[in-house]
């Protein structure tokens, strides 16, 4: 389908197709084997520019949106959505700094995002605060020119190997939601360590783990937005974000669906391919139709975001259900046309399948984004 | 530091076939690459260029459409591209192609130069050593690591069979590279869109003060007389078992072939 690419947006898109079948396809296998960070191949795409194409050129980015931030996360989920996540998970860590952070703040962060020197986070989650993301036991207390952080975060995506960390802790817990606040924190800072790395069902290039904040003493500057503020800066982030969880998902259907339709196509059963059987086509049929209309919907909800809509919440979630519950059923079934061999670690499908499922849980559970839905069609008035 | 990679545009030889009548490669319909070690002059280039600056010139001797290599080039992000493209240069072989190229890079200026170990086609491995030649300074080949840099000399590991050596040359030198070297880089964004407009400076003959004798046909020494694939002469033969078996076998093979003689217990 044409989606009316600029020649621009083809060239990312081309750039990091290249990326992800000449880089990081030979390396797969053995990533999520032994569970390691991609840092060598974050470095390589580091030199190809696109680590900022979501930042504006005035920070030393490609002045990109979250449209040409989704093509390159599309486009590495399709070989292996661990390493297109540990580039993401940056993306997740700066939007807020892109949406709230003050001159100083871009000008001190966002080059060396660009450019792939430093990787972000965002530590959201803790142990009693999953879904119910404003049950914050993390604190932040003022102390002069500081804020004394104490608590822990759980199954941050980038721990550890994360440079920059946007940090959501309670600075006044009477006002409740409003009492919330995000802050900036380097990797480095006295105060501030790391918990147990996650040891995972998918992506597992991917680094998840603790942050552990011990009176780690962040200077004041490093608050973003205004005190508060937090859970805004939290909501709009993932409005943002979550279409680049959409087209992870995306990528993971795209990819699942290419390894199927190859193997229909050679693999030999009752003297003939496989994909000449009826049943085989539509299930084939059936994964085109909802990677084409997730990967649709995605682009749709990005551009939406970037020319500024209001109100993409509703959108943002519409796009990251569909899109997730397409990348957990195609995947599923690329697995089901290969049989066996879909089984079996020797072909991709078998992770894709494994990987595809953290797109209907993080950023936000599926269940989450359906309450989300409804809530904003329950605000909105008859039209007629 | 000024640095002049060389690069020659190759048959991508993954994908060729080998016409069995004639010997000779398939070449129609076969997509062109970059000469893969070559990719690693580049990426050598751009990161000695990062540690020391200067600037990094890439240049190709070939028919027109080596253009295309040297703006994959240019999207790697080198500074500038060459391309040697004159009817007086057809029919080179490595000696003339050398001597052509020598007089361009004389002309770019340099500080080093960068050669892959050999073409993937034609596989003499004679062009850089003989670029040297010409221009009268050192080369080092089959170049895997590069130690150190100052001034006035460079220090490499040379990639050998039984090990590597380590080498120092004063500068300006020529190296040949191995794979082993780098890993080359893919095009970047900025780089990518710069090379789609960038203009290709193209030298012919006229302007390099070359000697007639020296380019072309009429520099090419080389004469093909025959090409054609060896008669297999030897074959090797693996032994199995026990040291003892495979001691006994080797023996009897050897008194079969009368190579050696006498019985077992003689002997
Ligand atoms: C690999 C990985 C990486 C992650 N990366 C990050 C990160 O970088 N930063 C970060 O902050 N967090 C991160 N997370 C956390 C992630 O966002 C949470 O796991 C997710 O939001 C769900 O929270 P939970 O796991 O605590 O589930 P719970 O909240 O415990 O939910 C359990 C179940 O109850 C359902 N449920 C809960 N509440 C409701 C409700 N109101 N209505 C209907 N159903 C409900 C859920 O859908 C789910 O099925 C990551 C998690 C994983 C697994
Ligand atoms: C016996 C023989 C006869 C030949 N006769 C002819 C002929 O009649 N007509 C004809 O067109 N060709 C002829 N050729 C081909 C041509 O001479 C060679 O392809 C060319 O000189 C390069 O040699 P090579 O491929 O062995 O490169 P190598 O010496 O193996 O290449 C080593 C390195 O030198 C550099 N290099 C090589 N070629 C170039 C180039 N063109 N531009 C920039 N850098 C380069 C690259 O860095 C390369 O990695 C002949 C080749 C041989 C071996």
């Given at each position: 389908?044409?989606?009316?690419l600029?020649?621009?947006?083809e060239?990312?898109?081309?750039?990091?197709?290249r990326f992800?079948?000449?880089?990081?396809?030979?390396l797969?296998?053995?990533?999520?084997e032994?569970?390691?960070?991609p840092?060598?191949?974050?470095?390589?795409?580091a030199?190809?520019?696109?680590c900022?194409?979501?930042?504006?050129?005035?920070?030393?980015?490609?002045?990109?949106g979250?449209?040409?931030?989704?093509?390159?996360?599309?486009e590495?989920?399709?070989?292996d959505?661990?390493?297109?996540?540990?580039?993401a998970?940056?993306?997740?860590?700066?939007?807020?700094?892109?949406?709230?952070?003050?001159?100083?703040?871009?000008?001190?962060y966002?080059?060396?995002?660009?450019?792939?020197?430093?990787?972000?986070a965002?530590?959201?989650?803790?142990?009693?605060a999953?879904?119910?993301?404003f049950a914050q036991?993390?604190?932040?207390v003022?102390?002069?020119?500081y804020?004394?952080?104490n608590?822990?975060?759980?199954w941050?995506?980038?721990a550890?190997?994360?440079?920059?960390y946007t940090?959501?802790?309670?600075?006044?817990?009477?006002?409740?939601?409003?009492g919330?606040?995000?802050?900036?924190?380097e990797?480095?800072?006295?105060?501030f360590s790391?918990?147990?790395?996650e040891?995972?069902?998918g992506?597992?290039?991917?680094t998840?783990?603790?942050?552990?904040?011990?009176?780690?003493?962040?200077?004041?500057?490093?608050?973003?937005?205004?005190?508060?503020?937090?859970?805004?800066?939290?909501?709009?982030?993932?409005?943002?974000?979550?279409?680049?969880?959409?087209?992870?998902?995306?990528?993971?259907?795209?990819?699942?669906?290419?390894q199927?339709?190859k193997?229909?196509?050679?693999?030999?059963?009752?003297?003939?391919?496989v994909?000449r059987?009826?049943?085989?086509?539509?299930m084939?049929?059936?994964?085109?139709?909802?990677?084409?209309?997730?990967?649709?919907?995605?682009?749709?909800?990005?551009?939406?975001?970037?020319s500024?809509?209001?109100?993409?919440?509703?959108?943002?979630?519409?796009?990251?259900?569909?899109?997730?519950?397409?990348?957990?059923?195609?995947s599923t079934?690329?697995?089901?046309?290969?049989?066996?061999?879909g089984?079996?670690?020797?072909?991709?499908?078998?992770?894709?399948?494994?990987?595809?499922?953290?797109t209907?849980?993080y950023?936000g559970?599926n269940?989450?984004?359906?309450?989300?839905?409804?809530?904003?069609?329950?605000?909105?008035?008859?039209?007629? | 530091m000024?640095?002049?990679?060389c690069?020659?545009?190759v048959?991508?030889?993954?994908?060729?076939?080998?016409?069995r009548?004639?010997?000779?490669?398939?070449?129609?319909?076969?997509?062109?690459?970059?000469n893969?070690?070559?990719?690693?002059?580049?990426?050598e280039?751009?990161?000695?260029?990062?540690?020391?600056?200067?600037s990094?010139?890439?240049?190709?001797?070939?028919p027109?459409?080596?253009e295309?290599?040297?703006?994959?080039?240019?999207?790697l992000?080198?500074?500038?591209?060459?391309?040697l493209?004159?009817?007086a240069?057809a029919?080179?072989d490595?000696?003339a192609?050398s001597?052509?190229?020598?007089?361009?890079?004389?002309?770019?200026?340099?500080?080093?130069?960068?050669?892959?170990?050999?073409?993937?086609?034609?596989?003499?491995?004679?062009?850089?050593?003989?670029i040297?030649?010409?221009?009268?300074?050192?080369?080092?080949?089959?170049?895997?690591?590069v130690e150190?840099?100052s001034?006035?000399?460079i220090t490499?590991?040379?990639?050998?069979?039984?090990?590597?050596?380590?080498?120092?040359?004063?500068?300006?030198?020529?190296?040949?590279?191995v794979?082993?070297?780098n890993?080359?880089?893919?095009p970047?964004y900025?780089a990518?869109?710069?090379?789609?407009?960038?203009?290709?400076?193209?030298?012919?003959?006229?302007?390099?003060?070359?000697?007639?004798?020296?380019?072309?046909?009429?520099?090419?020494?080389t004469?093909?007389?025959?090409?054609?694939v060896?008669?297999?002469g030897?074959?090797g033969?693996?032994?199995?078992?026990?040291?003892e078996?495979?001691?006994?076998?080797l023996i009897?093979?050897l008194?079969?072939a009368r190579?050696v003689?006498?019985?077992?217990?003689?002997?």
């Amino acid at each position: 389908m044409n989606y009316f690419l600029t020649p621009e947006q083809e060239l990312i898109q081309q750039i990091a197709r290249r990326f992800a079948r000449e880089r990081v396809a030979p390396l797969s296998a053995a990533l999520d084997e032994k569970s390691e960070f991609p840092r060598r191949l974050l470095e390589v795409l580091a030199k190809t520019d696109l680590c900022g194409v979501y930042i504006p050129e005035e920070y030393g980015g490609l002045g990109g949106g979250m449209f040409e931030f989704c093509l390159v996360v599309e486009e590495i989920s399709r070989v292996d959505s661990g390493v297109a996540i540990s580039f993401a998970g940056t993306g997740l860590g700066t939007i807020p700094i892109l949406l709230y952070g003050n001159e100083e703040q871009k000008k001190k962060y966002l080059p060396d995002v660009a450019a792939g020197k430093k990787i972000g986070a965002f530590g959201l989650t803790e142990a009693n605060a999953g879904s119910d993301s404003f049950a914050q036991e993390t604190t932040a207390v003022k102390d002069g020119d500081y804020y004394v952080i104490n608590g822990t975060k759980q199954w941050i995506t980038n721990a550890g190997e994360a440079d920059v960390y946007t940090v959501v802790a309670v600075t006044n817990r009477a006002k409740g939601a409003r009492g919330i606040s995000t802050f900036i924190v380097e990797k480095g800072t006295p105060g501030f360590s790391f918990g147990k790395k996650e040891n995972k069902m998918g992506i597992r290039a991917s680094t998840t783990g603790g942050l552990v904040f011990n009176n780690c003493r962040v200077p004041r500057e490093n608050l973003l937005a205004k005190e508060g503020m937090g859970m805004i800066v939290v909501g709009r982030t993932f409005d943002q974000s979550r279409p680049g969880v959409a087209a992870q998902a995306v990528g993971i259907a795209q990819g699942a669906l290419d390894q199927a339709l190859k193997f229909a196509r050679h693999r030999v059963q009752f003297g003939q391919p496989v994909i000449r059987m009826q049943a085989v086509q539509h299930m084939l049929a059936d994964m085109a139709i909802q990677t084409e209309a997730a990967r649709a919907l995605v682009y749709s909800v990005a551009r939406d975001i970037d020319s500024g809509g209001k109100g993409v919440a509703k959108a943002a979630s519409i796009a990251k259900v569909f899109a997730s519950d397409a990348a957990m059923k195609v995947s599923t079934d690329a697995v089901q046309i290969m049989g066996g061999a879909g089984y079996m670690k020797d072909y991709p499908v078998e992770r894709m399948m494994r990987d595809a499922k953290i797109t209907q849980i993080y950023e936000g559970t599926n269940q989450i984004q359906r309450n989300i839905i409804a809530s904003e069609l329950i605000k909105e008035r008859d039209e007629w | 530091m000024n640095i002049v990679a060389c690069i020659k545009q190759v048959p991508d030889t993954s994908e060729v076939k080998i016409d069995r009548e004639t010997n000779t490669l398939i070449r129609e319909g076969v997509p062109s690459i970059i000469n893969p070690f070559d990719l690693n002059a580049i990426e050598e280039g751009l990161l000695l260029k990062e540690r020391f600056g200067g600037s990094v010139t890439v240049i190709s001797m070939g028919p027109p459409q080596v253009e295309s290599a040297l703006r994959e080039a240019l999207s790697l992000g080198v500074d500038r591209v060459v391309l040697l493209c004159d009817r007086a240069f057809a029919g080179s072989d490595t000696l003339a192609t050398s001597c052509t190229l020598a007089a361009a890079i004389r002309e770019i200026g340099f500080d080093l130069i960068l050669c892959g170990k050999q073409a993937i086609d034609g596989d003499t491995a004679q062009v850089g050593p003989e670029i040297a030649e010409w221009l009268d300074v050192p080369h080092l080949t089959y170049i895997s690591a590069v130690e150190e840099v100052s001034d006035r000399s460079i220090t490499v590991s040379r990639l050998l069979e039984g090990g590597y050596e380590r080498v120092r040359a004063s500068l300006p030198a020529l190296l040949t590279v191995v794979k082993e070297l780098n890993e080359p880089r893919l095009p970047g964004y900025r780089a990518s869109l710069r090379a789609k407009t960038e203009p290709v400076t193209t030298w012919g003959a006229a302007g390099l003060n070359l000697d007639p004798a020296n380019i072309g046909m009429k520099g090419s020494p080389t004469k093909v007389t025959r090409s054609f694939v060896p008669e297999l002469g030897r074959q090797g033969q693996f032994l199995a078992g026990s040291p003892e078996e495979q001691a006994a076998a080797l023996i009897a093979a050897l008194r079969s072939a009368r190579i050696v003689h006498g019985s077992a217990k003689e002997s």
